[in-house]
């Protein structure tokens, strides 16, 4: 119990993460049922208050995105990229623990807001987060949120921020300045760029909704008017600040996603990746243009001719960058030995779903056939077939792959295929039919809608769409969970992959390497034409190995924040103190603990 | 290694030739970019946006912040000299400039206490109107960085006063000296767009 | 071999020495009333400059290695284009409204 609250080893918070967020998304999804079973037919089938409904989809965007997807990733950046560049740890083992308490903390603040009704004098289910996962100005003001609800959401999303900072920081040094002897820039796995961008685009976006949560906090607890029009302000800069945080975002979520496939595709077509300059030069380029959209969310607000049609220009042209990916992802498979691996069939069901929302995205990048779209469900299915579609099943395939790398053990096949195309049919069941349901108008975030207007068909689809999605996820939980009480069976490369954390035994040695290997060529393990496959590495160190131990003050740290949180949420000045002065004896300990790495 | 001292970390080659502590912050001070572009945004597309006075032509003093200014530069000044006597290994002279930098902060923020008490005694507060809310919390954040600049440094010079700073920590005071100069060009640019142009 | 050979006491002194004058002349600036016209360029060049001298040779990007640069410089740029964009939707849409 110590050696995981201590832990600094990446392996082991990677493990950490994959189980806290894993653990977030059944949360996550059990909302999305209830909210489901609430829309199955008109005037509401399950009884929900308006009130709860808006707590549910709310909370529900908040968990998926950044309790859910981005720690999903967050978990295979943990574990998988100092293996992928050859290194025995991240550049700074503690500051990645503290990451991840401070998320795992800030998840459960969030959460929290569920059941922390009677401390405020109301019911329970009644002080979660209601104003939408993009609390929109003037929803989140005092006048018209009086309750602790926002107040939860605002200071939660606040730790979530650090936590993601921090280890922006700490995998941007990781990836440049760890990797092993001859791994250049280009010989990087595909993946390890895509992190590598991803954490570019954390460690610029997240300041400024960082600013913006701020400026809200003012608003609501010291009574200024940033985003109150009463005062002078402009609820329309909250907008802008949050989608200017909120696109980059988006890409935040797909690029792990997109790395993760092309390491699935070649792996399991038995050729290198098609195009690997081409694929890494397009992720930069998505994540620079993912800077240079954000206000195609808000055509709606009336931004002026100019501005919309710089937007829509901009929208349109990341079409280009991401085209280019599928195409090569295509192209990577033509010809290739394929494998129908669940791992495979995730990653080409990923490209398949991607390319329909990547479209319907492209119908909103035109301004006047987004004023019909905004607001409706055409949004959502929109956000899903790229959010769950693309992201979800990208992940799905990256599990898939390389939970035998994590554990030592495989994934049953095919209760791994069941899942596969319950997955599929689900998802497409779910979210196909909201394109029409939105289109023949129906708003989003109701919590009823009457007979007359003609979605009540579209709408039990998507429930039961939604619910096999809920039997999938069954299904794969229990995969996941059967390999706990089964012997190791995975071989230190069960699938024959081409990069460096198949050289080593499944799961690694604290260690990771026993040698540091030289790299030579982007397929070290793979004969290509110039270069041989790299020598096996011994399978004992041949001198000890230096492995830094644990350390509390992390974890310790971490826990001053949800503290002070906690005093902001009561108004008790003496417990933000105390929390503030947890955080500053954790960091000066911290800073004078020996710690040799 | 960039830096000739007897450090543990020798051993450690890095990919980029540079230290790893270095590099984190550089990014670091990037994304400060960005946290502090955001709120002068927000300054800025409020301005002239109040509804009711005191506007910042009644109430900002040119003369006094001018003051700060020149203070803030002479710290950044004090870091450097610091920063290369620790790396000569002159510890006195570090230990001397470590504190003087440190002492040129606390006047920053003393001065910067006096400026809030004064506009709030003429009727500007944070909730006044716009002007008073973009200003405060802006060179209140500003301020909150130099505290933790000043927090930090002291900090330094209690070790070196307990003879554990040494030109092995040179990287130590380099670091602690980029967060410095960060503040203070921050600075530079807040007293350029707040203050002067009105 | 490093940075610290490019930097001595007398360029301290010197960029220090500058940096107090560029911020007389801002201020000479600001009193004087024909700069009037063009005193937001004058000064947004002037504070230009000062951050220059600071970051090159007080922070030592003259000197170190040019990735720091970039790692400083993207997001700057960045920053400065967040600034300009939302500065040209702000102004930009109040014209218009106020124009109609």
Request: hydrophobic share 55%; with cysteine.
């Amino acid at each position: 119990m110590k050696r995981w609250l201590t832990t600094t080893d990446h392996k082991r918070i990677g493990l950490l993460y994959f189980w806290t967020a894993f653990g977030f998304f059944l949360i996550g999804g059990l909302e999305a049922l209830i909210i489901r079973a609430q829309l199955v037919r008109p005037d509401g089938g399950l009884g929900v208050s308006a009130e709860t409904f808006n707590q549910l989809f709310t909370m529900h965007g908040t968990t998926m995105v950044f309790l859910a997807l981005m720690p999903l990733s967050a978990a295979f950046f943990n574990f998988i990229i100092p293996l992928q560049i050859g290194a025995r740890d991240v550049a700074f083992p503690r500051l990645n623990a503290f990451s991840y308490w401070v998320f795992l903390l800030g998840g459960l603040f969030l959460n929290a807001s569920f059941i922390a009704g009677p401390l405020f004098g109301a019911d329970r289910l009644s002080v979660a987060p209601d104003a939408g996962w993009f609390g929109y100005a003037n929803l989140t003001s005092r006048q018209f949120s009086p309750g602790p609800n926002v107040d939860f959401w605002l200071l939660g999303l606040q730790i979530l921020g650090i936590a993601s900072l921090a280890a922006g920081f700490n995998f941007v040094v990781t990836i440049l300045n760890m990797r092993a002897p001859g791994m250049r820039m280009l010989r990087l796995p595909v993946f390890t760029w895509m992190t590598l961008v991803t954490q570019f685009l954390v460690i610029t976006a997240f300041p400024v909704i960082t600013v913006a949560l701020v400026l809200l906090m003012f608003d609501r607890f010291f009574g200024t008017h940033f985003f109150l029009p009463s005062g002078g302000g402009d609820p329309i800069l909250w907008q802008h600040l949050f989608w200017m945080f909120g696109h980059p975002e988006v890409y935040i979520l797909i690029l792990p996603a997109m790395g993760i496939v092309s390491e699935v595709l070649p792996t399991f077509s038995k050729k290198p990746l098609f195009g690997y300059t081409v694929v890494v030069y397009s992720g930069v380029v998505i994540a620079f243009l993912g800077w240079s959209v954000w206000s195609h969310h808000m055509f709606s607000t009336g931004l002026g001719p100019i501005a919309d049609s710089v937007f829509a220009g901009t929208t349109m042209l990341i079409a280009i960058p991401t085209g280019v990916k599928i195409f090569n992802w295509i192209a990577t498979l033509w010809g290739g030995q394929i494998r129908f691996t669940t791992s495979l069939l995730f990653a080409v069901g990923f490209i398949a779903m991607f390319i329909i929302g990547g479209l319907s995205g492209v119908t909103h990048a035109s301004a006047p056939s987004d004023l019909q779209q905004t607001d409706t469900y055409y949004v959502v299915a929109h956000i899903h077939y790229v959010l769950f579609g693309g992201t979800i099943l990208g992940l799905f395939a990256g599990i898939y792959y390389w939970w035998p790398k994590m554990t030592g053990r495989l994934l049953s096949e095919s209760l791994g295929k069941v899942h596969f195309w319950l997955t599929l049919i689900g998802m497409n069941l779910a979210f196909f039919p909201m394109h029409f349901s939105g289109l023949l108008g129906m708003p989003r975030r109701i919590y009823t809608y009457s007979a007359d207007l003609g979605v009540a068909r579209f709408n039990q689809l998507s429930t039961v769409g939604a619910f096999l999605i809920g039997i999938a996820t069954l299904i794969f939980f229990w995969n996941l969970l059967r390999t706990r009480w089964r012997p190791a069976n995975a071989p230190a490369n069960p699938w024959d992959g081409a990069t460096l954390e198949w050289a080593i035994p499944s799961p690694p040695p604290v260690y990771n390497f026993t040698v540091i290997p030289t790299v030579t060529s982007r397929l070290p393990l793979w004969q290509t034409e110039r270069h041989p496959p790299m020598t096996p590495l011994p399978d004992r160190p041949p001198a000890p190995i230096h492995v830094p131990g644990g350390s509390w003050w992390p974890m310790i740290t971490a826990f001053g924040l949800p503290i002070i949180a906690i005093g902001a949420l009561a108004h008790l000045i003496p417990i933000v103190l105390a929390g503030a002065g947890v955080v500053i004896v954790g960091i000066y300990r911290w800073a004078y603990e020996p710690f040799e790495m | 290694m960039t830096h000739g001292s007897t450090h543990a970390h020798e051993a450690h080659r890095t990919s980029m030739g540079v230290d790893s502590r270095k590099m984190a912050f550089w990014a670091f001070i990037g994304s400060e970019c960005l946290l502090f572009g955001s709120l002068i945004a927000t300054y800025l597309v409020y301005k002239g946006r109040s509804l009711v006075g005191p506007y910042p032509h009644e109430i900002l003093n040119i003369p006094f912040t001018s003051f700060s200014t020149f203070d803030l530069l002479m710290s950044s000044l004090a870091m450097v000299l610091a920063l290369a006597a620790v790396q000569r290994g002159d510890m006195k002279r570090g230990k001397l400039w470590l504190l003087i930098t440190a002492l040129l902060g606390l006047v920053f923020l003393g001065g910067q206490f006096w400026e809030f008490s004064h506009f709030v005694h003429e009727g500007l507060g944070l909730t006044t109107n716009l002007f008073g809310s973009t200003f405060y919390v802006l060179t209140g954040t500003h301020g909150a960085h130099v505290t933790v600049g000043v927090i930090w440094l002291l900090t330094l010079w209690i070790q070196a006063l307990r003879g554990k700073l040494g030109p092995g920590n040179a990287l130590t005071v380099e670091i602690t000296g980029l967060y410095w100069h960060f503040v203070d060009v921050v600075w530079i640019v807040i007293f350029t767009v707040v203050y002067l142009i009105q | 071999m490093s940075e610290q050979a490019h930097a001595t006491t007398g360029t301290y002194l010197r960029v220090a020495l500058i940096l107090v004058m560029i911020t007389l002349i801002e201020v000479g600036v600001f009193y004087v009333p024909a700069f009037q016209g063009v005193l937001v360029p004058v000064l947004l060049v002037l504070s230009a400059v000062k951050f220059a001298l600071v970051v090159m040779f007080y922070m030592h990007l003259k000197f170190d290695n040019r990735f720091f640069t970039f790692l400083f410089g993207g997001p700057l740029l960045l920053a400065l284009a967040v600034i300009v964009s939302l500065l040209f939707i702000f102004y930009g849409t109040v014209r218009l409204r106020t124009g109609t």
